[in-house]
């Protein structure tokens, strides 16, 4: 469709529409909404016949800016270049209509039209700008009707102290509940407001049924509200009846929580605890002090550690794999030579105790190799000198089993060695004697198994030997 032009007809009716805008504030029974007639021709002049997509907008500005409303109708029908709409039946019209505004219009794809037309109003629309302008006292009680005023017709804060007579408003006037504390700018009632005794609007003795010198005056300082404020007396918590914010710090059942709704402990912290000051730490009941842990400070930062497993504990992250490759290493040789002998490990160090040497078949040797220093140390040596015997350590002890010795082919002696008091001491024998058997710890008990006995060559004897155990009983003073 080419350019077309839009002529505004029927300024009265347009006029007279706006006029019913403007009132709408106060009756709101009359449409929302502005008539608009206008006529459509070509470019040629020749009026048009059809339907046609129209953009309205209302703007502040005859020229340029941006509109304050705009809305699009389709389908608009133009008989013989004339159409008429209603502006606001898609969008409604919120405008406020106190300042001057032009009304902008586009057909179809086109440009809007120029120059926009500005809104004007009818002579009638004038009388309504009086309701912008009632006087002082214009409007008396008796001229209203009962329940005409209603708190949705006033604006909040239209209605100030100074527009109230003294005693004005009584409690007869007001619903219940009408009046709440959000209502009541702070340290507006005073004591001086409230009246001790019956008679007054405002009866202080049925506010918690106390008397009015039971409140506080406004115009004293007693609240502990601010930095250097102290309070003389014990402060008296109801039970269960202490809380600062969310779970800030919670009081239940004489335990103290804090990030804690429900503690359950004396002290329960959802969180860390820092010690603030350097020698500050956490005293026991024993009166020892803890002034440090060693998983205080940790690691510092950068620093690495090692593991057993590749799996890396909060806080740190994987690096590199130290592997050493599989082979053997020699390292300091055992002081006495001898073979058929047996070892066990207690303490971090090892113990190679008895067998068999070129200087005695029966050997009570006893030497502790520390693998850390790579060196070799003699020790007690075992009270019966044996070979072909078992070791096992448990409970950080180590147990010499069986074995040959001068005495007898098949011993069934169990003598235990203490590493840290370096001495020997005879235990309960092993039922079956035997040499050449093998022993081993699990679950703090020792375990015999096989080797050769008098009745067979091939023990399959299989003994358990429980170390014993030891409890110390307390009494709660």
């Given amino acids: 469709m080419g350019k077309r032009n839009v002529t505004r007809l029927f300024i009265g009716v347009i006029s007279v529409a706006l006029g019913v805008v403007l009132v709408s504030a106060v009756c709101h029974a009359i449409p929302q909404t502005i008539n608009y007639q206008g006529y459509l021709t070509d470019s040629e002049g020749h009026p048009l ?88 006292g214009g409007v008396e009680s008796y001229m209203l009707a009962e329940d005409a005023v209603t708190a949705d017709k006033i604006d909040d804060g239209a209605v100030l102290t100074a527009h109230l007579d003294t005693g004005a408003v009584t409690a007869d006037k007001l619903d219940d509940d009408a009046v709440t504390s959000a209502k009541i700018v702070d340290n507006t009632v005073t004591t001086d407001d409230i009246l001790d005794g019956s008679g007054s609007f405002l009866d202080a003795d049925t506010l918690d049924g106390n008397d009015a010198g039971a409140f506080m005056p406004a115009e004293a300082d007693n609240w502990v509200d601010e930095a ?21 710090l919670v009081l239940a059942n004489g335990n103290v929580g804090i990030g804690e ?24 009941p024993d009166a020892s002090k803890q002034t440090t842990a060693a998983s205080g400070t940790g690691v510092p930062p950068g620093y690495m550690i090692l593991g057993h497993t590749p799996t890396p504990p909060p806080g740190y992250t994987y690096v590199y794999v130290l592997q050493k490759d599989n082979e053997w290493t020699p390292r300091a040789a055992m002081p006495t030579g001898r073979r058929s002998l047996a070892a066990a490990e207690a303490g971090g160090k090892i113990y190679a105790i008895g067998g068999l040497s070129s200087a005695t078949s029966c050997e009570t040797a006893n030497e502790e190799y520390d693998p850390v220093a790579d060196s070799w140390a003699t020790k007690a040596a075992m009270p019966t000198g044996r070979y072909g015997l078992a070791a096992a350590a448990a409970g950080g002890k180590i147990y010499a089993i069986g074995g040959r010795s001068s005495a007898t082919d098949y011993e069934t002696a169990n003598e235990e060695y203490d590493p840290v008091a370096d001495s020997w001491a005879t235990k309960a024998a092993m039922p079956t004697g035997r040499r050449y058997l093998a022993a081993a710890e699990a679950g703090g008990k020792i375990y015999a198994i096989g080797g050769t006995s008098s009745a067979t060559n091939y023990e399959t004897a299989n003994e358990e030997y429980t170390t014993g155990w030891t409890y110390y009983l307390f009494q709660k003073d």
């Fill in 49 to 136: 016949d059809g339907t046609v997509d129209m953009v309205f907008a209302l703007y502040d500005v005859d020229t340029g800016g941006s509109s304050l409303w705009s809305e699009t109708q389709t389908g608009v029908e133009v008989t013989e270049g004339i159409f008429s709409v209603n502006l606001g039946a898609v969008t409604p019209i919120t405008l406020s209509f106190d300042n001057p505004y032009w009304l902008g219009v586009q057909v179809e794809s086109d440009a809007e039209m120029t120059p926009r037309q500005p809104i004007t109003s009818v002579g009638y629309a004038y009388r309504a700008g009086e309701a912008d302008a009632v006087k002082t």
């Fill in 228 to 248: 250097g404020d102290t309070m003389t007396g014990p402060l008296n918590v109801p039970e269960n009846g202490l809380a600062a914010g969310t779970d800030q």
């Fill in 261 to 284: 709704s429900s503690p359950e402990e004396k002290l329960e912290v959802q969180g860390n605890i820092k010690v603030a000051s350097t020698g500050n730490g956490i005293i026991f």
